[in-house]
């Protein structure tokens, strides 16, 4: 581009600060890698090809848009500021995303930060909510999805004390033996519990002494030690790498149950939820790397 400006390529290695042989070999180069003459040269100046002409008018508006991200990221972290209301589930918000959030505002002090840690899907579209982390297949509808973890399943999972105290099922069949500790939703108890392995699924309806709305209060549960819980993986990573819970019956595989950020529109993924979405997802890579997040 600054060839073409000049007409002269010693003119244009001054204004970038190299020696006219870098240059060249710079230009040689990129015309050998597209296999075209981008100038006509002469011994007083270089004028382009109709190829060069091409090629300048598409890479010029680019290098400016470059240039304007560069000037962007210099201004540095004030640009990332304004109110962000996010909606999260109980024990992923509060023992996995919480802490993060912290971290995400320690870095960029002009969020402010409204969470609503709970169960219950918040409504999006009526109530005061911008972005949502939430489980699952996308709905069918014209809510914008962005994955966050894309392979996660539920395990079947319980605390070693519980286990020396009631023995370890050794196949999904054997929780009817056992105390399984149930999530309710919306008044629905998620007590049908599915699992995979080779060719074959199983429902399994299970039974406990203990059911919950809230799925920081089951999980706590079962690191206690009273049953056997059905989880995201995401969830009970922590407590499996530290020791407090056991992973049961490896060998089969649970309900998929990918985690994604959820929005009523594109218009509301704004520079800083498409920060906090890689911030968030480089995070969630961490716990992989802790403890498999799938089998």
């Known amino acids: 581009m600054r060839t073409a400006d000049c007409s002269s390529l010693s003119a244009a290695a001054r204004l970038l600060g190299i020696s006219p042989a870098v240059a060249s070999v710079s230009l040689k180069r990129l015309e050998s890698d597209l296999n075209l ?4 040269r002469t011994t007083r100046s270089m004028r382009l090809t ?30 990332v500021t304004g109110n962000l209301q996010i909606s999260m589930p109980s024990d992923l918000g509060r023992n996995v995303i919480l802490p993060w959030l912290d971290e995400f505002q320690t ?38 999805a962005l994955p966050l973890v894309q392979e996660n399943r539920r395990v079947l999972c319980a605390a070693p004390a519980y286990l020396r105290q009631f023995g370890t099922p050794a196949s999904p069949h054997e929780l009817a033996d056992h105390n399984c500790l149930c999530f309710m939703r919306n008044d629905t108890v998620y007590d049908s519990w599915r699992f995979w392995k080779d060719d074959e699924e199983s429902v ?39 020791g407090r819970l056991q992973l049961l019956c490896p ?11 959820v929005c009523a529109d594109r218009r509301q993924l704004s520079p800083t939820v498409r920060l906090l979405r890689e911030f968030l997802e480089i995070r969630f890579n961490g716990l992989a790397g802790t403890v498999k997040l799938h089998i």
């Open 251 to 261: 060998d089969w595989m649970g309900e998929s149950v990918p985690l994604h950020l």
């Open 204 to 242: 399994v309806n299970v039974r406990g002494n203990r059911l919950s709305d809230d799925s920081d209060a089951v999980r706590r549960w079962a690191v206690a030690g009273y049953g056997i819980v059905y989880r995201s993986r995401i969830d009970v990573v922590g407590d499996i790498a530290a």
């Open 37 to 40: 003459a981008l100038f006509v």
């Open 50 to 79: 109709l190829e060069g002409e091409i090629l300048l008018s598409r890479c010029r508006p680019l290098l400016e848009g470059f240039r304007e991200a560069e000037e962007e990221l210099r201004a540095g972290h004030a640009l």
């Open 107 to 144: 870095q960029y002090p002009g969020v402010h930060l409204r969470a609503q840690v709970s169960d219950r899907l918040a409504d999006i579209y009526r109530q005061p909510v911008d972005i949502a982390i939430r489980y699952g297949t996308p709905p069918s509808s014209g809510l914008v």
